[in-house]
């Protein structure tokens, strides 16, 4: 049973868990606040404003760098994730989604020259982050951190 408890203990696994958890009702109210519209399925969804991911990743390695220290191999094995996590949602993923966003655009000028037997779905176009999304979702997460380990030292 002490792998249950030592799971329900980690600390910081759920301070990276609620700052993604904030970042995406962060978003769904921004989306209010915004657009005037009540879109709750926006939780679910990837990309837009925060990066939830971003503070996910920023979330656990302040805390394993307060903890452990910057020079532990831990914090560094921790930022290189982070920072792989935070190059792919401003850079591969965002690539994808203006390219899904490009291809919807094609289908619809397409389907309204061929008109019969052309019904492709459309692809999902949000799938990646700006640089400002991922920084916003980084300092959600920097904050998380800092509020959950900053009176600890390693």
Do not use: C
Request: aromatic share 8%.
């Amino acid at each position: 049973m002490t792998s249950l408890a030592d799971l329900i203990g980690n600390r910081w696994l759920w301070v990276a868990v609620l700052s993604s958890t904030g970042a995406q009702v962060l978003k769904v109210l921004l989306i209010l606040l915004i657009e005037r519209r009540w879109r709750p399925a926006a939780f679910m969804e990837t990309g837009g404003m925060p990066s939830s991911h971003s503070a996910m990743v920023a979330a656990l390695t302040t805390g394993v760098g307060i903890t452990e220290g910057l020079g532990s191999p831990l914090f560094a094995a921790s930022a290189v994730f982070a920072l792989i996590v935070m190059y792919d949602a401003t850079g591969v993923r965002h690539s994808s989604g203006q390219q899904a966003r490009l291809l919807n655009d094609l289908v619809d000028e397409l389907r309204a020259v061929v008109r019969e037997g052309f019904a492709p779905l459309p692809l999902r176009v949000l799938l990646g982050h700006t640089y400002l999304e991922v920084l916003v979702g980084s300092l959600i997460g920097v904050a998380a951190g800092f509020i959950a380990f900053g009176g600890q030292s390693a």
